[in-house]
C-alpha cells in the first residue's frame, strides 16, 4: 500500500474512532463530559501531521452533528485545529510521542480549549452561560493531557511510529 493510500485508510480509521470516544466513551461531570478524543487526536496528529489533525477535527465535528449540538461545529472544528496545530508543525518528526515538549503542547490545547469554548459558548447561549460552564472545558484540557500521556507510553512501547510510518 502506498503511503498516501495508507495515510487516508488511517486518516478515516481514526476520525471513526475519535467519533466514537467522543460520542460512547465518556465520563460525565456536571452538565458535560470528559471524553479521551482529543488525546487520541494529539497522538496521531504527531504520528502523521495533517492527517491526524483532519482527522480530530472531522470525528468530533461528527459527533456535534449526531449529538445534536451542531451549533458548535464550526467552533469545534478551529478549536480543535489549533489544539493539534502544534503536534502536526512541531512533532510528527521526533522519534518519540511522548517527549515533554507534547506534554507541554497539550496544556497549550487545554488552554485554546478553554478560550475557544468561552467564546463558541459566549456566541450559541451568552457570557454567563459561557462563564459558568468554563470549568468542565478546564477539567476536559487538563484530562486529555494525562490521557494522551497514557496513549503516548503505549504508542511508543509498540514502536507504532516504526511499524507504520
Given amino acids: 500500500m502506498n503511503d498516501k493510500l495508507r495515510k487516508t485508510v488511517f486518516c478515516g480509521v481514526i476520525t471513526a474512532m475519535i467519533f466514537v470516544l467522543t460520542m460512547f466513551v465518556k465520563i460525565p461531570i456536571g452538565a458535560g463530559y470528559i471524553h479521551f478524543a482529543d488525546s487520541l487526536m494529539y497522538a496521531c496528529t504527531a504520528l502523521t501531521g495533517v492527517w491526524g489533525l483532519i482527522a480530530g477535527a ?45 506534554i507541554l503542547f497539550t496544556l497549550l490545547g487545554a488552554v485554546i480549549t478553554v478560550v475557544g469554548y468561552i467564546i463558541a459558548d459566549t456566541v450559541v447561549a451568552g457570557k454567563g452561560f459561557a ?27 509498540m514502536n507504532i511510529r516504526k511499524k507504520f510510518f
Fill in 131 to 157: 462563564l459558568t460552564y468554563a470549568w468542565m472545558n478546564i477539567v476536559q484540557g487538563l484530562a486529555s493531557s494525562v490521557f494522551f500521556i497514557l496513549i503516548a507510553a503505549a504508542f511508543d512501547k
Fill in 58 to 102: 472531522f470525528g468530533e465535528a461528527l459527533a456535534d452533528a449526531v449529538g445534536g449540538y451542531a451549533v458548535y461545529i464550526p467552533f469545534t472544528i478551529v478549536i480543535k485545529i489549533l489544539i493539534a496545530l502544534p503536534f502536526a508543525v512541531f512533532s510528527v518528526k521526533c522519534e518519540k510521542i511522548l517527549t515533554v515538549k507534547n
